[in-house]
């Protein structure tokens, strides 16, 4: 600040004369009209309104005035706060609120555009199949059995009466745990849990198992060395063939709809008399039988297509199991599920069931449920 200046003359007093004032309050209105954020305003403020503000400095001199000019140009300064406070807040405000509306418009959320939502996986087709297989006997009071992969021979092999010199014993069809004498297989088949069914359970059975199954096979679009198997298993008194075929035609519809079954005699070491379980081609249902023009591809022109097998339960199976042949008989089943999906949702190659490609889930797991 000054010394007091007793020779008043305004001229000396630069800042104060009413020009110098209005020339600041018009510099900080322009500066103010011009700042397009609360960033830029806080400088103007700081600028034109803040402690070294050349209003501020400027009111400091008032006291080196004589005190007939004091109250002049302490008003005069006063009434210049005045007007670039109010023009400050009333700025603060437009600008807020353009800020504010900028920020709803940049940072608008559209809650209605598509997200790629987080993959999440999908069921494997394979196991949505299972589910749909091992439900249709559920839901006929039927209970799901289950069984190791790993295996004893025993019940892989001898206790379905496939003695130790089947051909599917050796090694080139079977996966054997460490050494061959460990006797320990990957299951071949699910039929181990027919003999298991059979060695746990109260009489009467009536149990599907699903499951994975191992064979020491090629890997190609009809082949994989690990694929799954649902097998069916009745015993019961009084069971016969006919009970067996009215259960396939059962479950054929459930999977397939209005599409015929078919058995042909064929051989299974635990069941007699044992059978191949066809479905009519579902794709020319046997339209291309006889007509040489039109083969079919997926059925060779045979009107059929090989589903899996069947049989009446051997008696010596039973009596290896420790039921009584005599009073008790009993039905089994099974099917490869991948060969199961291929029918019923047109998958043409078995590799992409293990490839583990989500697309194929979930491109098959809606049609497959
Ligand atoms: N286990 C047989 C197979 O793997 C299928 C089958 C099951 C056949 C039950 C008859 C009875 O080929």
Same mark, same amino acid.
């Given at each position: 600040?000054?010394?007091?200046?007793?020779?008043?003359?305004?001229?000396?007093?630069? +800042?104060?004369?009413?020009?110098?004032?209005?020339?600041?309050?018009?510099?900080?209105?322009?500066?103010?009209?011009?700042?397009?954020?609360?960033?830029?305003?806080?400088?103007?403020?700081?600028?034109?309104?803040?402690?070294?503000? +050349?209003?501020?400095?400027?009111?400091?001199?008032?006291?080196?005035?004589?005190?007939?000019?004091?109250?002049?140009?302490?008003?005069?300064?006063?009434?210049?706060?005045?007007?670039?406070?109010?023009?400050?807040?009333?700025?603060?405000?437009?600008?807020?609120?353009?800020?504010?509306?900028?920020?709803?418009?940049?940072?608008?959320?559209?809650?209605?555009?598509?997200?790629?939502?987080?993959?999440?996986?999908?069921?494997?087709?394979?196991?949505?199949?299972?589910?749909?297989?091992?439900?249709?006997?559920?839901?006929?009071?039927?209970?799901?059995?289950?069984?190791?992969?790993?295996?004893?021979?025993?019940?892989?092999?001898?206790?379905?009466?496939?003695? +130790?010199?089947?051909?599917?014993?050796?090694?080139?069809?079977?996966?054997?745990?460490?050494?061959?004498?460990?006797?320990?297989?990957?299951?071949?088949?699910?039929?181990?849990?027919?003999?298991?069914?059979?060695?746990?359970?109260?009489? +009467?059975?009536?149990?599907?198992?699903?499951?994975?199954?191992?064979?020491?096979?090629?890997?190609?679009?009809?082949?994989?060395?690990?694929?799954?198997?649902?097998?069916?298993?009745?015993?019961?008194?009084?069971?016969?063939?006919?009970?067996?075929?009215?259960?396939?035609?059962?479950?054929?519809?459930?999977?397939?709809?209005?599409?015929?079954?078919?058995?042909?005699?064929?051989?299974?070491?635990?069941?007699?008399?044992?059978?191949?379980?066809?479905?009519?081609?579902?794709?020319?249902?046997?339209?291309?039988?006889?007509?040489?023009?039109?083969?079919?591809?997926?059925?060779?022109?045979?009107?059929?297509?090989?589903?899996?097998?069947?049989?009446?339960?051997?008696?010596?199976?039973?009596?290896?199991?420790?039921?009584?042949?005599?009073?008790?008989?009993?039905?089994?089943?099974?099917?490869?599920?991948?060969?199961?999906?291929?029918?019923?949702?047109?998958?043409?190659?078995?590799?992409?069931?293990?490839?583990?490609?989500?697309?194929?889930?979930?491109?098959?797991?809606?049609?497959?449920?």
């Amino acid at each position: 600040m000054s010394g007091p200046n007793t020779n008043y003359d305004p001229v000396e007093v630069t +800042p104060l004369t009413a020009e110098s004032v209005q020339a600041m309050v018009d510099a900080a209105l322009a500066s103010f009209a011009a700042a397009e954020t609360l960033a830029d305003l806080k400088s103007a403020r700081i600028a034109h309104a803040g402690d070294r503000s +050349p209003l501020a400095l400027a009111n400091r001199e008032i006291g080196a005035l004589p005190p007939a000019a004091r109250k002049d140009a302490g008003a005069r300064v006063g009434k210049a706060r005045g007007e670039i406070q109010q023009a400050l807040a009333a700025r603060e405000a437009e600008v807020g609120a353009a800020e504010l509306e900028r920020a709803l418009v940049e940072e608008r959320v559209d809650v209605t555009v598509p997200v790629d939502v987080a993959p999440i996986g999908a069921v494997h087709p394979i196991t949505a199949l299972m589910d749909v297989l091992g439900d249709v006997f559920v839901s006929m009071g039927w209970e799901i059995a289950e069984g190791p992969e790993a295996e004893a021979a025993w019940l892989n092999f001898d206790a379905l009466n496939i003695g +130790p010199d089947h051909p599917a014993r050796g090694t080139t069809d079977t996966l054997f745990v460490g050494d061959v004498e460990n006797n320990i297989v990957l299951r071949t088949h699910t039929s181990p849990v027919q003999a298991r069914s059979m060695l746990d359970r109260p009489l +009467p059975i009536y149990v599907v198992c699903p499951g994975k199954v191992y064979r020491a096979d090629e890997f190609d679009a009809t082949h994989v060395p690990v694929f799954h198997q649902i097998e069916g298993l009745v015993v019961d008194k009084g069971i016969s063939m006919a009970h067996l075929v009215g259960t396939l035609q059962h479950l054929a519809k459930v999977m397939f709809g209005d599409i015929e079954i078919r058995i042909r005699p064929n051989y299974f070491p635990f069941t007699e008399p044992s059978a191949e379980l066809d479905l009519e081609c579902f794709v020319c249902h046997g339209a291309s039988v006889n007509d040489p023009a039109n083969p079919c591809r997926t059925c060779s022109s045979e009107g059929w297509i090989e589903w899996g097998g069947c049989g009446v339960v051997n008696p010596r199976v039973l009596t290896a199991c420790g039921i009584d042949a005599e009073v008790y008989s009993g039905f089994a089943f099974g099917m490869g599920v991948e060969r199961s999906l291929m029918f019923r949702n047109n998958a043409a190659d078995m590799r992409d069931m293990v490839e583990g490609d989500v697309r194929f889930s979930r491109s098959l797991v809606g049609g497959a449920r």
